[in-house]
């Protein structure tokens, strides 16, 4: 079974926690596509949904396949959020901004009573950081922020190259906030909430890509088929 067929299984199975009536978050990237597609299935077929798109990329796609869309400004939660992720680690904290919709798609996904990650199993890691983390930033004082982020990265333990991320014609890449994404290559990130928390306090940051305590659980598909992880409750939760 090829990677494609393994993330339209893992969109399938997610697709069965949904339910007549409910309010949706779309999410982003070649995963979340399977899942936009599967649910037009659906629509198509009579389930009642409404959708907020984390891009607009989805945004298209939904309209493509029929899915009914609406706003945050429009209703006031989301019942759950399904959407990809770059990496996935045992606590359920994941990295995400490799399509570069993570500010809409953390927004869209912190205001779900739920978010399924859905994905194919190799994104399963250890540790998170051999991916790539994206940092959304403002162009303007560009060289202040990277050197505020790499004080962050010192504090936390973590070092690595920064790149501001190119489109493919070779153009700085430019988010649909119109902001910049500087993609750093941590290799091991120990304190995920630690970096999240140093990250988030930075003037010119406007959103990075580690998503902590969003996702209520994951979805990943595999050789061996389907395997569901739930967030472990923290003690006394």
Known sequence: MNMDQLKRQAAARALEEVRDGMQLGLGTGSTAKHFVELLGERVAAGLKVIGVPTSEATRAAAERCGVPLTTLDEIDHLDITVDGA???DPELNLIKGGGGALLRE???????????????????????????????????GLGATRRAIEKAFAECGVSGQMAVRK?????????????WIVDAQL???????????????????????LFIGLASSAVLAGGEGIRV???????GD
Do not use: C, N, Y
């Not at 493919?168 to 906030?177: A, I, L, N, R, S």
């Open 86 to 88: 770059d990496e996935i």
């Open 106 to 140: 953390k927004i869209v996904a912190a205001a779900s009573d739920r978010m399924i990650v859905i994905a194919d199993d190799t994104k399963w890691v250890p540790m998170l950081g051999q991916f790539p983390l994206p940092v959304e930033v403002i162009p303007f």
């Open 229 to 235: 992880i739930e967030r472990r409750k923290p003690k």
């Open 187 to 209: 290799e091991r990130i120990v304190d995920p909430p630690g970096l999240a928390k140093a990250l988030s306090a930075i003037p010119g940051v406007v959103e990075h890509g």
């Open 167 to 179: 489109a493919k014609d070779g153009h700085v890449f430019v988010t649909d906030g119109g902001h």
